[in-house]
């Protein structure tokens, strides 16, 4: 049985004279050299895509054989990228300048890789929300930024009534001795609402050792995450 490939989101810097993240740069020039045959190489526009790659001073000769993922190919590319990670391969995306998947279109081959149960991560990224985001492969084109929940249970139950509610996709966090709580609040107001037709995504432990995603219902979660003294971003879907 063929072990299926990761989608791992590599985030780069803004200004094409800025230095690669080390750990980024390290996974690809492994990637680019001793694990060439199982990897591919995705970005966003070829000329700024080849120029960034070969000022981070990573290995010249994969360039000619990116594979381009951006509004005009991503239809194509993700059902061809989704079938190369079911066959074994890895497969590294790289937009322009940014992170990936956040607000681009690559949140569509994120959400095909977490339909077909294959492994999303990302090399190390400040900015927690925006990588949560973009590992979700929610639309997120428009987000409500809810932050942590009031500590009365009342007055949390009234805020995740509000966010099931609302048509766009919510983000709300908490300290990390409360995830259980928290989905089993979120449980409790799901079944008088049905869940409105929202998933639910929890990244945990982001950009270490121990990060797990997971998504579905309250009820699904609250019985596959084991730990549940996490760090943690909840993610409701629009």
């Given amino acids: 049985m063929t072990t299926k490939g990761i989608l791992t989101l590599i985030p780069t810097p803004l200004s094409e004279t800025g230095v690669l993240e ?10 680019a050299t001793a694990e060439r045959e199982q990897s591919l ?4 526009d070829l000329k700024p895509g080849r120029r960034r790659w070969l000022s981070f001073k990573l290995p010249r000769e994969v360039v000619e054989d990116f594979v381009l993922y951006n509004e005009h190919t991503a239809k194509t590319a ?13 497969v590294y ?4 300048g940014g992170l990936p998947a956040f607000y681009d279109p690559g949140v569509e081959l994120v ?21 949560a985001l973009a590992l979700s492969g929610m639309n997120h084109k428009k987000f409500w930024f809810e932050g942590f929940l ?3 249970n009342a007055e949390r139950l009234a805020v995740l009534k509000k966010l099931l509610s609302q048509k766009h996709t919510s983000i709300l966090m ?34 270490t ?3 797990e995603l997971r998504i579905g219902s309250p009820s699904q979660l609250l019985s596959k995450i084991t730990d549940f003294k996490r760090e943690f971003i909840l993610i409701l879907s629009e």
Avoid at 78 to 89: H, I
Avoid at 93 to 96: G, P, Q, T, Y
Avoid at 111 to 131: D, E, G, R, Y
């Fill in 22 to 31: 080390p750990v980024a740069f390290e996974l690809l020039t492994r990637a």
């Fill in 41 to 44: 190489f995705v970005i966003e």
């Fill in 78 to 90: 993700s059902v061809e990228l989704l079938s190369a990670l079911k066959k074994g391969k890895n």
């Fill in 93 to 96: 995306l790289m937009s322009d």
């Fill in 111 to 131: 959400s095909l890789c977490h339909q077909n149960q294959i492994k999303v991560t990302s090399t190390p990224f400040a900015n927690s929300v925006a990588l």
């Fill in 150 to 152: 009031p500590l009365e």
């Fill in 174 to 207: 908490d300290t990390p001795y409360r995830l259980k709580r928290v989905l089993e609040e979120l449980q409790e107001v799901w079944q008088s609402s049905g869940g409105n037709g929202k998933a639910v995504f929890v990244a945990m432990d982001l950009n």
């Fill in 209 to 211: 050792e121990t990060e």
